[in-house]
């Protein structure tokens, strides 16, 4: 069976930064706990051969991915897949949450935690992101049954995995925190999310 890790990149900001809501347009790299996260996602992952490796154009994926993969000699070529970008959110790109609360409200930005509803003025395709992540899970159906794929992006884009897979844990929230990861088997039987929000 293969197996495909879906991973967040790690922190943008540190203790005592200003947080900000993140997007498709603001290329940040990793914060120093940040590179932190990545350089303990390379130990973990040290001894795992990946067959290839994707992430988004975004630097702080790009990050993440190579910390992974410089850990470990003769690891694939790192690629680039456009739709593991971040979404854009909008007028609330690059905003404080509480600035975001107070456009849109905590039901718009609880239904978008919940099912990945996306609240006014995001620019957001849910229909064309899950048809990617199917499309994705199809391509890795022809992997070798012991080959494992790296897949590195953003919380936005992760969340609409969980609704293109024939099974996942019951309650599984669909937020992947940042230097998290989760774990996809895919298989003759189908593909099925059987661990979400790992972290070393």
Known sequence: MARLIILRHGNTFDKGD?????????????????????????????????????????????????????????APA???????TEVDYGPDENQTEETVIARIGTEALAAWDRDATPPPGWQVDPAALRAAWASLLERAAELDADDTVLIVTSNGIA????????????????????????????????????DWNLRP
């Open 18 to 74: 200003t947080p900000t809501r993140v997007g498709a347009r603001t290329d940040l790299s990793l914060s120093v706990s940040g590179y932190t996260q990545a350089h303990s996602l390379a130990a973990h992952f040290r001894d795992t051969a990946f067959r290839a490796a994707f992430c988004s154009p975004l630097l702080r994926t790009r990050q993440t991915a190579r910390a992974v993969l410089d850990a470990r000699p003769h």
């Open 78 to 84: 790192l690629r680039i897949l456009p739709f593991l």
């Open 159 to 194: 969340r609409f995995l969980p609704d293109v897979v024939d099974g996942q844990p019951e309650g599984l929230d669909r937020k992947l925190k940042t230097g998290a990861w989760g774990v996809v088997d895919v298989g003759p039987d189908g593909t099925r999310i059987v």
